[in-house]
């Protein structure tokens, strides 16, 4: 039973360091490095720590998100342009090498770990949910009889965006992160010129 407070700084530093190494070297290959007593003061075990880790990643890529200028745009689909170009920038930045946390741990763990796979699951759908918003508000403005829907062109991104991660990792070249972005955002453009 845990005692701890569950917003401590101790706890966060905690976080702070699975997330670290969770995106350096995988969950499986993570260890707390902790005695087990202090670390069941703030986790009931590892997969409730992973899970917490994953959905703080995530609440780290909205705020993030949340303070970049292109949320000001007022035209649904300059907005819808100016993420993905937000998404652009940050494959550039090498801080961000090792990829996106959620689409590590889906790949790892999603047969075996269902905390983690339904919270990074809830992550991407919560992501697809808000920009969906954005599209059908731009396909209502340019393209009104446009057959396509919204929701899976917004699924659509979170599979370019985590496919080129895994391809970026295998040929160990990350511009293949930024060339598929480029790439949608053209068929984005693409779409809203019929």
């Known amino acids: 039973m845990r005692t701890a407070q569950t917003d401590s700084a101790t706890k966060q530093k905690l976080l702070d360091a699975a997330q670290e190494l969770m995106l350096a070297k995988g969950y499986t290959a993570t260890s707390a490095g902790l005695t087990k007593g202090s670390f069941f003061l703030y986790f009931d075990g590892k997969e409730d720590l992973g899970k917490e880790v994953a959905e703080r990643f995530f609440a780290g890529m909205r705020e993030s998100m949340q303070s970049a200028t292109f949320v000001e ?26 990829g996106c946390l959620l689409g ?69 070249e990350r511009r293949v992160i930024e060339e598929s972005l480029v790439h949608y955002k053209e068929y984005l453009r693409a779409l809203f010129s019929r």
Request: aromatic share 8%; glycine share 4%.
């Open 73 to 98: 745009i007022e035209d649904p689909l300059e907005r819808v342009l100016g993420f993905v170009d937000f998404l652009i920038a940050k494959a550039r930045n090498p801080r961000l090498a090792n």
């Open 104 to 172: 590590m741990f889906v790949q790892e763990l999603s047969e075996t770990h269902p905390k983690i796979r339904n919270a990074c699951a809830a992550c991407f759908s919560k992501q697809s949910g808000w920009l969906a918003v954005q599209l059908e508000e731009a396909k209502a403005k340019y393209v009104p009889r446009a057959r396509w829907d919204p929701n899976t062109l917004a699924e659509h991104l979170i599979a370019v965006a985590q496919g080129s991660i895994i391809l970026a990792k295998a040929k160990r």
